[in-house]
């Protein structure tokens, strides 16, 4: 078993407890200079690089200022394409517009739909004036068919065909 004798070798640290003679500042600290000169050449190259895609862009330019043909058949052009004729909508807003005018119109006047059938139709307030008057038609009990004893609800899973006694 080999012993070591531990007062004669020194930590790591030991080499950084003096500061060599001469020395203002500690050897461990960064180099100003080297992160100076960094600075600078990053400077330098990001104006390099700036006036270069300056240079180039006011090139493209005045090249797409030159050549004013299009290229591609399918880009957008000042002048909007319209579809060939026959259009079917020239101006569909106006459409639109006298398209409801004329369903308004028929909500609120009477007028036949259909003359030789005997088809008519009259305006929205007297139709449901009438309906609250008369009542919709409904169901007369078919005696075949019993009704549903009261408290009895379809079930969940039968899609009403399945009738169960439930409280409500």
Sequence with gaps: MAHHDHGTHGTPDDEYLVTPEGSTYEHTDANVWAIAKFGLWLAVTAI??????????????????????????????????LPPEPRLQQYP????????????????????????????????????????????????????????????MPTKSSSGRVMERRRQ
């Design 93 to 152: 807003r106006e459409e639109v517009y006298s398209f409801r005018l004329n369903e308004e119109e028929k909500l609120h006047s009477y007028g036949y739909v259909n003359k030789d059938a005997g088809i008519v139709h009259i305006p929205i307030d007297e139709a449901m004036r009438l309906t609250v008057e008369r009542g919709l038609p409904s169901r007369t009990e078919d005696p075949t068919h019993p009704a549903t004893p009261p408290g009895m």
């Design 48 to 81: 390099i690089v700036h006036v270069g895609i300056g240079v180039m862009w006011r090139g493209l330019v005045k090249q797409s200022e030159e050549t004013n043909e299009q290229r591609y058949p399918l880009a957008t052009s000042i002048d909007p394409k």
